[in-house]
């Protein structure tokens, strides 16, 4: 059953911190580089960071010294921890494995992330 669940969001203040977690199915996990994305509103779903199943992280420019991507490959889960929010972080954040497209990908609900400044 392929499935992606995250959770962690919610409503913080400018300069906060909010921990993300992402439990995903064995099929999707397993072998895959994992990412997240987010998606404010009227923008694109953007990758905000991705890890690979060795361990190996990249970040967007935006994002860069105050996020850190994470995966626990026993629980098939992947962690985004987020630190000095700013009100530009807030969106709708996803995981999926890297290169995951709208059309042919399974996507879970995603959760949401509010900075208030």
């Known amino acids: 059953q392929v499935q992606l669940v995250e959770s962690g969001g919610g409503l913080v203040q400018a300069g906060g911190s909010l921990r993300l977690s992402c439990a995903a199915s064995?099929?999707?996990?397993?072998?895959?580089?994992m990412g997240w994305y987010r998606q404010a509103p009227g923008k694109q779903r953007e990758l905000v960071a991705y890890?690979?199943?060795?361990?190996?992280?990249n970040y967007a420019d935006s994002v860069k010294g105050r996020f850190t991507i994470s995966r626990d490959n026993a629980k098939n889960t992947v962690y985004l921890q987020m630190n000095s929010l700013k009100s530009e972080d807030t969106a709708v954040y996803y995981c999926?494995?890297?290169?995951?497209?709208?059309?042919?990908?399974?996507w879970g609900q995603g959760t949401q992330v509010t900075v208030s400044s």
């Open positions: 999926n494995r890297l290169g995951a497209t709208r059309t042919y990908d399974y």
């Open positions: 890890i690979t199943s060795g361990g190996i992280t």
């Open positions: 064995r099929s999707i996990f397993s072998m895959n580089v």
